[in-house]
């Protein structure tokens, strides 16, 4: 697992095992932001100091805009001719607030990932990993 895969999958940057999130489905009301303190499994802290998290707005913040960016280009080269442009405006609004909770933990998970480096937790045996 890289470090991409392991900010998509909300997995900690430093062992890629232990989850970031206490639910893994970021639509449970009352649970979206709900982080682990720590790493379950290496016990990494994830908020280092007050504030950490401030940065991940900026990376929020670019999804947004590269959302945005990517519908548009959509709108106009798919639907532009058939679908009325405030009806486009609306429909983005709506998909942008259901997402809010996903963009919101990847950029957690990607600011994270910027800041710590990959250490693997050393296992007495490193047997194949079965799939799912
Ligand atoms: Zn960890």
Same mark, same amino acid.
């Given at each position: 697992m890289n470090k991409v895969e392991a900010a998509l999958k909300?997995?900690?940057?430093?062992? %890629? &095992? !232990?989850d970031i999130f206490e639910t893994k489905n970021p639509f449970v009301l009352g649970k979206m932001t709900?982080? %682990?303190?720590?790493?379950? &499994?290496?016990?990494?802290? =994830? &908020?280092k100091e +007050? !504030?950490?998290? =401030? !940065?991940?707005? =900026? +990376?929020?913040?670019?999804?947004? @805009?590269?959302?945005?960016? @990517? $519908? $548009? +280009?959509a709108y106009y080269v798919y639907f532009e001719t058939r679908v009325d442009w405030r009806i486009y405006i609306w429909t983005y609004l709506l998909i $942008?607030? @259901?997402?809010?909770?996903v963009f919101y933990r990847l950029s957690r998970s990607l600011w994270l990932q910027f800041f710590n480096d990959y250490k693997p937790l050393s296992k007495e045996i490193s047997s194949s990993e079965s799939h799912g």
């Open positions: 909300m997995k900690c940057p430093r062992c %890629h &095992e !232990g709900a982080m %682990h303190k720590n790493c379950p &499994e290496c016990n990494l802290k =994830y &908020e +007050v !504030g950490f998290f =401030y !940065g991940a707005m =900026y +990376v929020s913040y670019a999804f947004n @805009i590269a959302f945005f960016v @990517i $519908t $548009t +280009v $942008t607030f @259901i997402l809010f909770p």
